[in-house]
């Protein structure tokens, strides 16, 4: 009876810490540039980043994360798609003085996009 009862708290731990291990990865993602882009006033270069948000879909905050240090902070919004996004996209606007601003970045088969800005 002590086996089974041991058997059922270590099933709830693992789950508990699996659930919350999800959790936090829902609020980040991954993603490469391929060139050079704005994100508020901060130029981001080539390479590979992680986007952490929080708070509600319709205002995130969004960090820019590289080799595990923040290098840039703006606000957005959570945009749902139709349907998961086949692959990672980031997706860039021109600015009046030729520079590239990111302005969406939508992650591999997901079905939410992160839009920068007030768009």
């Known amino acids: 009876m002590k086996f089974v009862e041991r058997l059922t708290s270590f099933a709830i731990v693992a789950l508990v810490l699996s659930l919350s291990a999800f959790a936090k990865d829902g609020h980040s993602g991954k993603f490469t540039l391929s060139e050079t882009v704005q994100v508020g006033s901060t130029q981001l ?16 905050k969004i960090d ?8 840039a902070t703006t606000q957005g919004k959570i945009q749902n798609l139709q349907k998961p996004s086949r692959y990672d ?10 520079t ?12 939410e996009a992160l839009v920068l800005g007030g768009e």
């Not at 590239?100 to 079905?111: A, K, M, P, V």
């Open 45 to 60: 270069a080539p390479g590979d980043y992680k986007a952490e948000w929080n708070g509600p879909a319709n205002d995130v």
């Open 89 to 98: 996209a980031v997706l860039t606007k021109t600015l009046q003085n030729n």
């Open 100 to 111: 590239q601003e990111l302005s969406e970045i939508d992650f591999g088969n997901h079905t």
């Open 64 to 71: 820019f994360i590289k080799n595990g240090k923040t290098v």
